[in-house]
């Protein structure tokens, strides 16, 4: 059984109603897995008497190795026919990581651990982006990619709400035998996307290829070439610059103010934005073929500077969740723009997963060095200080998209109004 894609925004390509529903599915039970990490992995080490300096060494390595195969993951993207493969292989190494911290807590498995659950980090949130493509084409793109970040946000809520209450409930060890469970529906899922509604060429941003043989290519240097695809990057360094060290200094303030209902007050400032994504990512994706990408993207990227001033100006633990309120709208923007941006830009040249991994390896570097340089501020100059430099920094990657990155919807594809611009663009 199949149906066209008209709703997606094309008219040309089919694929089969159980396709979409199996990625609607592989998207919630993927964010529901890794929902079971991060914060959950230093709680239990910590319960299990880790000192300090271990747990910090065991997560910098996994953010090392999600860094370092980011580019790696994007090349064999490119190349591997089967993208379910990558999907599946990934979620047996995630299975494998649970497993290794639920049953054999020591140092050098953990390590093993966690340093493989990291390079998932680099193919696993692409592959999806690819089969997407594959699936529906670029005309299709944007709106599909909102019902993946919908479906991802509330897997990523579903599997937050459970291993926090099997943690409560039974043990921190419970958590990753819930992770390594939520496996065999993400298989299932997995299994129902049809191969032959995979077209390997869109795929790889090659969109008139789908024969046995790999296609051509662009060479790699011409990615670099591409002012628009760097402009990009770089922005995505800054945002992340300052957004990945926006939480945990807001926690600490929480935590000094409202000690009494802090964890509380800490799960909401995660939430919130998270159901804001869920309820905002479909609009998005279809307003981004009616206005362009451009206009949300600004958006997305306003929204956090605005956010770190209201932690740097305001104390009240609610006032405060509304400033984090705002991470919901720049999560949303980008979780959905990121993707079809690299995909505006790299039709036709075959090297759409290896420019994913160019931008995630952007992004990436930002986010690492955020928090140190954050943490650094604020022991030196206070918490309010640390806030109104990350307000500046992010304004500087806004400004960046104000001034310097173009409209990259395809021409064809644009109306009058997608034409207008927003802010001078040179």
């Known amino acids: 059984m199949s149906v066209t894609v008209g709703s997606l925004g094309t008219a040309d390509i089919s694929v089969s109603n159980p396709s979409l529903d199996g ?10 897995m890794l929902a079971g990490f991060g914060p959950y992995v230093a709680a239990y080490l910590a319960n299990e008497k880790w000192p300090q300096a271990e747990i910090g060494l065991v997560l910098s390595a996994g953010s090392v190795a999600a860094l370092l195969s980011q580019l790696p993951g994007g090349e064999v993207l490119d190349k591997v026919r089967s993208k379910r493969a990558v999907i599946a292989i990934g979620a047996g190494i995630v ?7 639920a049953f054999w807590p020591r140092l050098p498995l953990v390590f093993i651990g966690v340093v493989l659950q990291g390079v998932t980090g680099g193919f696993l949130g692409p592959a999806i982006a690819a089969i997407s493509l594959g699936l529906v084409g670029h005309a299709a793109l944007a709106e599909r990619l909102g019902r993946n970040q919908r479906f991802a946000s509330t897997g990523a809520l579903a599997g937050a709400a459970l291993m926090g209450f099997v943690g409560y409930l039974v043990s921190y060890q419970a958590i990753f035998l819930i992770v390594a469970l939520l496996g065999l529906p993400l298989f299932f899922a997995l299994a129902r996307i049809r191969a ?11 969109p008139g290829h789908h024969g046995i043989e790999q296609p051509s290519r662009a060479g790699r240097k011409l990615l670099l070439k591409d002012s628009r695809l760097v402009i990009f ?10 957004n990945a060290s926006v939480l ?4 600490e303030i929480l935590v000094r103010n409202s000690q009494a209902h802090s964890s509380l007050a800490i799960s909401a400032l995660i939430i919130v934005p998270q159901i804001i994504v869920a309820v905002m990512a479909p609009w998005v994706g ?23 001033l209201g ?6 633990p609610l006032l405060l969740l509304a400033s984090q309120a705002l991470d919901g709208i720049s999560a949303t923007a980008l979780g959905v723009l990121t993707a079809l941006i690299i995909a505006d830009l790299t039709g036709s040249t075959g090297r759409f997963n290896l420019a994913q991994g160019i931008v995630g390896t952007a992004s990436g570097i930002g986010a690492s060095i955020s928090t140190t340089l954050s943490g650094l501020v604020a022991e030196s100059l206070g918490s309010t200080t640390a806030f109104l430099c ?3 920094i992010a304004s500087l990657g806004t400004l960046m998209i104000w001034f310097l990155m173009p409209e990259t919807k395809p021409p064809s594809e644009r109306t009058k109004t997608d034409r207008q611009s927003v802010g001078p663009v040179p």
């Open 196 to 206: 032959v509604d995979i077209h390997f060429g869109r795929s790889c941003g090659a």
């Open 286 to 308: 279809r307003q981004a073929q009616g206005w362009g990408r451009r206009p949300l993207l600004l958006i997305g990227f306003a929204a956090l500077p605005i956010r770190a």
């Open 233 to 242: 990057a770089a922005s995505l360094f800054l945002f992340q610059l300052a």
């Open 95 to 101: 299975i494998v990581s649970a497993l290794i911290l």
């Open 390 to 392: 990350i307000a500046a």
């Open 311 to 316: 932690f740097a100006l305001i104390s009240d």
């Open 248 to 251: 945990p200094l807001a926690g």
């Open 23 to 32: 990625l609607d599915r592989v998207n919630f039970f993927l964010a529901a």
